[in-house]
């Protein structure tokens, strides 16, 4: 079994910083692009962030210049540093990962359980 498991929500003042960390465990080979999404009251899960395995990343235009996604691949761990936090970055933070199963020659897409993050004075 894997599961995605992440942890660093919270509540923060505008402007101010948290870091989310989601972490991969189970019987994993190999695991490819991890990502995070937001979805936030009454609106549909939207893209955050992307990385590949080499290290390459993708994000959305809301969140450039102030989030920054990173990865441990030693340790199947993904984070999103948040800077310069908006209320409307309010959400729930899902990790999201390609891995593929010790035994299994396919990818399966995973999806953590997510964190809430809100943004609030």
């Known amino acids: 079994q894997v599961r995605l498991v992440e942890s660093g929500g919270g509540l923060v003042q505008p402007g101010g910083s948290l870091r989310l960390s989601c972490a991969a465990s189970?019987?994993?080979?190999?695991?490819?692009?991890m990502g995070w999404y937001r979805q936030a009251p009454g609106k549909q899960r939207e893209l955050v962030a992307t990385?590949?395995?080499?290290?390459?990343?993708n994000s959305a235009d809301s969140v450039k210049g102030r989030f920054t996604i990173s990865r441990d691949n030693a340790n199947y761990t993904v984070y999103l540093q948040m800077s310069s936090l908006k209320p409307e970055d309010t959400a729930v933070y899902y990790c999201?990962?390609?891995?593929?199963?010790?035994?299994?020659?396919?990818?399966?897409?995973?999806w953590g359980q997510g964190t809430q993050v809100t943004v609030s004075s």
């Open positions: 999201n990962a390609d891995i593929r199963r010790s035994g299994r020659l396919q990818y399966q897409n995973y």
């Open positions: 189970g019987s994993i080979a190999g695991v490819s692009r």
């Open positions: 990385v590949a395995s080499g290290g390459s990343t």
